[in-house]
């Protein structure tokens, strides 16, 4: 029953933050500043998530690390979202009985 | 054009966006299923608590409350610092809303706040359809809550080079969103390599490695998208392409 409490304190915390600004804004936001942080947020905590969580991730970092590589020069050849995963996880599967 | 086949199209087109999204989520949740065993959450818990709540950080911070009995306060304050982002995507979306769209798409777009839903809806031009959004949700909430179940029911099942294998999928994922941005804007490309190197700077310093990761990512975010904003301003159009 804790337990069910807990979750529900978890579920409804995080529908809080999500919902808020959506009741709140309404309108298109003037401040430049404000509208360039909203531009470059995404991007940027994508990123901060991505490495190095990536080989800590893995049973060996150096499969992880290798993985992150070979994942940004296939997007770079414009590959899509599921390839891109695809290869990644290969990269550390074969890595990983190599090293 | 809004004909009912046109928007069933849509909502398929979200579905299929939404496969790699999900496929991704279901080997991530699976682990994130073996994180909530340790805390003594039943597989139904485990399955509603990752439907309705939807966040990978968030949850795994939440399970570690629940296995401490660290008191509802403290749920609710880490809750709050693994998953504020997604405040600031919100408020990110909201510059891509139809003024005319309907009042309750708002509260049911808000579900759907992840951090790959977001980038797959920021990355369609023009404004937010609702109905790509919905689309996109469904495999990802049903793959990520069914992830979580079977992490639960049978967690130590998987040889461990497989796990290993999997849990990558979800960074596979982030690389082929920030990527193509990047190669086309240099702030944005600048802003990537930047939050690679402090990234890895905090999470391996003695001083700052004590951290958690969700902390860190609030930290470095403000600070890295605060500093382009303020030395490179976008111009008008671009917020919106």
């Known amino acids: ?99 | 054009m809004d004909t009912k086949i046109h928007r069933y199209r849509t909502f398929l087109l979200g579905v299929r966006d939404g496969f790699p999204i999900g496929a991704g989520y279901f080997a991530v949740s699976f682990s994130l299923g073996i994180v909530a065993k340790l805390s003594g959450i039943t597989g139904a818990q485990g399955f509603f608590a990752s439907l309705f709540t939807m966040a990978s950080a968030g949850e795994y911070a939440g399970f570690l409350v629940v296995r401490e009995d660290a008191g509802f306060l403290n749920m609710m304050l880490m809750t709050l610092l693994a998953s504020c982002r997604y405040f600031l995507m919100s408020c990110a979306l909201t510059q891509r809303f139809d003024p005319e769209m309907k009042f309750r798409h708002r509260l049911l777009l808000a579900l759907g706040v992840t951090d790959e839903i977001f980038g797959a809806n920021i990355a369609r031009p023009g404004y937010v359809d609702p109905r790509y959004s919905y689309g996109l949700f469904v495999l990802p909430a049903i793959l990520w809550s069914s992830g979580t179940l079977l992490g639960i029911l049978m967690g130590n099942l998987l040889p461990a080079n497989i796990v290993s294998a999997l849990s990558v999928a979800i960074y596979g994922m982030f690389v082929a969103i920030i990527i193509p941005p990047a190669k086309k804007n240099r702030v944005i490309l600048g802003c990537v390599l930047a939050s690679f190197a402090l990234s890895f700077l905090f999470s391996r310093l003695p001083a700052l490695s004590g951290i958690d990761s969700g902390t860190r990512i609030l930290i470095l975010s403000v600070i890295i998208a605060g500093a382009a904003a303020l030395l490179f301003p976008v111009k008008e159009d671009a917020a919106h392409a």
């Open chain 1, 1 to 99: 029953m804790r337990n069910v409490l807990y979750i529900l304190v978890m579920a409804g915390t995080t529908y809080l933050i999500r919902v808020l600004p959506m009741l709140l804004l309404r309108r298109e936001i003037k401040s430049r500043f404000i509208r360039s942080f909203l531009f470059y947020i995404p991007y940027v905590t994508l990123a901060v998530m991505t490495f190095p969580a990536i080989m800590d991730a893995c049973e060996k970092p150096l499969a992880g690390l290798a993985a992150l590589l070979a994942g940004v020069v296939l997007a770079l050849f414009g590959a899509g979202l599921f390839p891109v995963a695809v290869v990644s996880c290969v990269a550390v599967y074969v890595l990983e009985l190599i090293l």
